[in-house]
């Protein structure tokens, strides 16, 4: 269950309430009136987080249905017993954003472009991973789910999506990964959540556990660490990168941000 936060200590709210916002009976003995636009606020607030919590109530209860009746909803199945995949939209209403994380920055328009231009680069049995890039994998086993994808991420929230296809993960941990995933992705997609060098080190010291020999990484980050993550990811399995054709759109983030790849002609990745 997710708890309901108060509202006056949101983030996004601002200071105390004053007097106009509690209407003119504020000094008349008679009981103090919220101003209908910040009874209309509220209203929207409780009306989404109810709606994120239905949403995610409902995925928590698809996934202990299936244990308990033996189904996969979630891998290699056939038929009916396979539920879609989210869509961004609903993936983004669903859960809360961790905004220390900044995890739903993606518009959904680039999420399904990445998707799309990811599907163009895979097989059927292509193992693909995407790391701390939630929304990347919502948006492309929503488009057209894969068996080999997977999600490596530190918010365990995410695993009601799809729990065999999820794997905990934690970038001061960079070596506390399942056996089973060294050298076995053919793509790893990579969104690092922290814009510094200490982030990368981290993070490539896992991606290169995790990449076959001659597999692909792409990297999702802001042009304003590009000298880092070139000096970084500058050999095989991990570079060297070159920037993608990818237009990597945000809507509200300071930084401008590109997508970078490390195999010969990734360059033309993401042209019309």
């Known amino acids: 269950m997710h708890d309901f936060p108060d509202f006056p200590s949101s983030p996004r709210s601002t200071s105390s309430t004053s007097k106009e916002d509690?209407?003119?009976?504020?000094?008349?003995?008679?009981?103090?009136?919220?101003?209908?636009?910040?009874?209309?606020?509220?209203?929207?607030?409780?009306?989404?987080?109810?709606?994120?919590?239905?949403?995610?109530?409902?995925?928590a209860a698809d996934q202990a249905a299936a244990r308990v009746a033996g189904l996969e909803l979630d891998a290699e199945t056939d038929g009916d017993s396979q539920k879609p995949m989210l869509s961004v939209a609903e993936f983004k209403v669903a859960f809360?954003?961790?905004?220390?994380?900044?995890?739903?920055?993606?518009?959904?328009?680039?999420?399904?472009?990445?998707?799309?231009?990811?599907?163009?680069?895979?097989?059927?049995?292509?193992n693909i991973a995407f790391v701390c890039c939630p929304t990347g994998f919502v948006a492309f086993q929503h488009t057209k789910p894969l068996p080999g994808a997977a999600l490596l991420e530190y918010d365990q929230r995410f695993a009601v999506l799809s729990p065999k296809q999820f794997f905990p993960y934690d970038l001061d941990e960079p070596d506390v990964f399942p056996e089973s995933l060294k050298e076995k992705f053919d793509i790893v997609v990579a969104d690092p959540p922290f814009l510094n060098e200490v982030t990368n080190k981290k993070l490539s010291q896992t991606l290169r556990?995790?990449?076959?020999?001659?597999?692909?990484?792409?990297?999702?980050?802001s042009t304003s660490v590009e000298d880092i993550i070139l000096k970084l990811y500058n050999k095989p399995p991990l570079g060297p990168l070159r920037r993608t054709a990818i237009d990597v759109k945000h809507g509200r983030l300071a930084n401008d941000f590109a997508c970078w790849g490390s195999?010969?002609?990734?360059?033309?990745?993401?042209?019309?």
């Open 22 to 59: 509690v209407g003119s009976d504020f000094d008349s003995g008679s009981p103090p009136r919220l101003n209908p636009d910040v009874l209309a606020l509220l209203d929207s607030h409780f009306s989404e987080k109810a709606e994120e919590e239905r949403l995610f109530n409902e995925l």
């Open 263 to 272: 195999w010969e002609g990734a360059e033309d990745l993401g042209k019309d």
């Open 96 to 126: 809360g954003e961790d905004w220390q994380l900044s995890q739903f920055w993606y518009t959904d328009e680039f999420a399904y472009s990445l998707a799309s231009h990811l599907h163009s680069l895979c097989s059927p049995t292509t």
């Open 209 to 221: 556990q995790i990449l076959k020999p001659e597999a692909k990484l792409i990297i999702i980050t």
